[in-house]
């Protein structure tokens, strides 16, 4: 028959308490035991006395007649100094899983990019910053003072209508022939001014009349 020194779990939910026994390698966990040889409390702490009870003699006992302890109570056999526990090296033990290793893949893909995207934009050149232009402002050219020919020719026909009724209102000789002799002179624009200005004012024209009518009477008692 195979013995095995092993832990039977006892207590209640979330508070453990095990039993350190020697019993049948084909029992049941919990099940039937040969001798109980202590005890272990998880919920104590690592430095107190009562955490892990056993019996060094008996358990030195059940190991010369062949009983196999399992890893756990190998732990508790080492501490106590009764069977030195062989160092156990194991690999795999550590190593991620495949969905780890995936993941670990892509973080370290994800970090190199980031990585070469910095570098490439710490090479590149700095942009020159864009001044912007101020806007030309287009100064108003100065207006020519414009000389137009129909001003200087209102200013002759004003001239011209004046000194006209100048001549009106004293009519003579003198004021007819240097009526006449500034129409010879002036442009041929400035002369159609004056017939319209002569037409503008009838009463000039009444009082050349009356001028020739006075002229005549005067010349017939000098004839006589």
């Known amino acids: 028959m195979a013995l095995s020194i092993r832990l039977t779990r006892g207590g209640s939910k979330k508070r453990p308490y095990y039993r350190i026994v020697v019993a049948d390698a084909r ?14 409390n998880p919920l104590l702490a690592k430095d107190d006395d009562k955490r892990i009870v056993l019996d060094g003699d008996r358990a030195k006992h059940w190991l010369s007649v062949g009983a196999q302890p399992t890893d756990r109570v190998a732990r508790f056999l080492d501490v106590m100094g009764v069977r030195e526990r062989p160092a156990r090296n194991n690999p795999n033990k550590g190593k991620p899983g495949e969905k780890a ?26 942009p020159e910053p864009v001044v912007e232009e101020a806007p030309v402002v287009e100064e108003a050219a100065p207006v020519a003072e414009e000389a137009p020919a129909a001003d200087s020719n209102e200013e002759a026909e004003a001239v011209i209508a004046a000194e006209v009724e100048a001549a009106t209102e004293a009519p003579t000789p003198e004021a007819e022939a240097v009526v006449e002799a500034i129409s010879e002179e002036t ?9 319209e200005a002569n037409e503008s004012t009838p009463d ?21």
């Open 27 to 40: 029992s049941p966990r919990d099940g039937r035991f040969i001798e109980k040889l202590g005890t272990y």
């Open 187 to 195: 442009p041929p624009v400035e002369a159609e001014a004056a017939p």
């Open 101 to 126: 290793v995936e993941r670990a893949d892509e973080r370290a893909e994800k970090a190199k990019a980031a990585e070469e995207a910095a570098a490439e934009a710490a090479a590149a050149p700095a």
């Open 204 to 224: 000039s024209d009444a009082g050349d009349d009356a001028a020739a009518a006075e002229g005549q009477s005067a010349q017939a008692p000098a004839e006589g």
